[in-house]
T-cell receptor, first 114, second 108 residues
Framework: NAGVMQNPRHLVRRRGQEARLRCSPM?????VYWYRQLPEEGLKFMVY????????ESGMPKERFSAEFPKEGPSILRIQQVVRGDSAAYFC????????????FGSGTRLTVV | AQRVTQPEKLLSVFKGAPVELKCNYS??????LFWYVQYSRQRLQLLLR??SRESIKGFTADLNKGETSFHLKKPFAQEEDSAMYYC??????????FGKGTLLTVNP
């Protein structure tokens, strides 16, 4: 089991472009979470998804950000029209059902907006 | 609202000394508390959870509801314990709220 796989590891985008971050959860895990880490800050919750459902998106900015976890394939965090302030490390985690808080984390995607 | 506070950004101890990483929380319900650790160039990983009442790598943490604390302790620190430690709280909705982390350095 390869664990939680995130790609790409590093992503550079110019202002105004779109960024797509992918996350494949661990086998058997049906819950996916996205977190953002800014410099000197802890991990900030963005969104919690299960297959084909967004359960909690209270941490997502209202505009430009969206997330999905389709029936087939990885979860995608999409940022449209990126700005410099979107530069951060984005982490994905997954957990099996019924185990609140016991996350397995991916290595993260470091997004740099130039 | 869920909130986790780790008052120490940095903590430095000598090998063999006791270590305590502080964590305080705010939550109106019955929380589940966790400690996560990130070693250099590795992924963030679960260290322990309070409901398991276990000791991992010599670390223990006791939930004190009166003081709303979940401090992480180890009686004799080792150099390999040097890492970033995050305290986290899970409410009723599976969402984890993290503190800002404490960087522990164990000096030889």
């Amino acid at each position: 089991n390869a664990g939680v796989m995130q790609n790409p590891r590093h992503l550079v985008r110019r202002r105004g472009q779109e960024a797509r971050l992918r996350c494949s959860p661990m086998k058997g895990h049906s819950h996916v979470y996205w977190y953002r880490q800014l410099p000197e800050e802890g991990l900030k919750f963005m969104v919690y998804l299960q297959k084909e459902n967004i359960i909690d998106e209270s941490g997502m900015p209202k505009e430009r950000f969206s997330a999905e976890f389709p029936k087939e394939g990885p979860s995608i965090l999409r940022i449209q029209q990126v700005v410099r302030g979107d530069s951060a490390a984005y982490f994905c985690a997954s957990s099996p059902p019924g185990q609140a808080g016991s996350y397995t984390f991916g290595s993260g995607t470091r997004l740099t907006v130039v | 609202a869920q909130r986790v506070t780790q008052p120490e950004k940095l903590l430095s101890v000598f090998k063999g000394a006791p270590v305590e990483l502080k964590c305080n929380y705010s939550y109106s319900g019955s929380p589940e508390l966790f400690w996560y650790v990130q070693y250099s160039r590795q992924r963030l990983q679960l260290l322990l959870r309070h409901i398991s009442r276990e000791s991992i790598k010599g670390f223990t943490a006791d939930l004190n509801k009166g003081e709303t604390s979940f401090h992480l302790k180890k009686p004799f620190a080792q150099e390999e314990d040097s890492a970033m430690y995050y305290c986290a709280l899970a409410g009723s909705n599976y969402k984890l709220t993290f503190g800002k982390g404490t960087l522990l350095t164990v000096n030889p």
